[in-house]
């Protein structure tokens, strides 16, 4: 029996001294909070600061993809008008050759003396049946 209150006086010493109260009292302080913290959450339906956080940290994430690929489509849109203006330039200048090339035949068929859709006429004498003026077979 001596040796159980010998214990408990220890235990009471221990208890009481002021490092170990202090423990105590932070740990039930905590402890209380927490409960209380759950309790309002649970019955207000409030998130927790670390799921508001957690939920606002994946919303910026979002939001900066979101930028990103706003940018890239911007980027892409810009690409897509400088193959268009080069199409169109290629087809412009396409049909300014065309029209350069009927000219420029055009200008042989006059040159070799016949029209640029008929058939094409030799200015040398034999090739239109005519003799060259030779002995003639």
């Known amino acids: 029996m001596i040796g159980l209150v010998a214990s408990a006086g220890r235990l009471w ?75 169109l330039e290629c087809r412009v200048e396409g049909a300014t050759l065309k029209a350069r090339i009927a000219e420029l035949e055009m200008e042989i068929a006059r040159i070799e003396g016949r029209s640029a859709d008929g058939p094409r006429e030799s200015s040398r004498p034999a090739d239109r049946g005519q003799s060259d003026g030779g002995s003639g077979s």
């Open 13 to 87: 010493a221990e208890l009481t001294e002021p490092t170990t109260l202090t423990g105590l009292i932070i740990g039930l302080i905590g402890a209380v909070s927490e409960t209380l913290g759950i309790y309002l959450a649970r019955r207000y339906k409030v998130r927790s600061n670390s799921a508001l956080t957690e939920q606002q940290r994946l919303f910026a994430q979002y939001r900066r993809l979101v930028d990103e690929l706003q940018e890239q489509v911007g980027q892409l849109r810009g690409e897509v008008i400088k193959i268009q203006n080069q199409y």
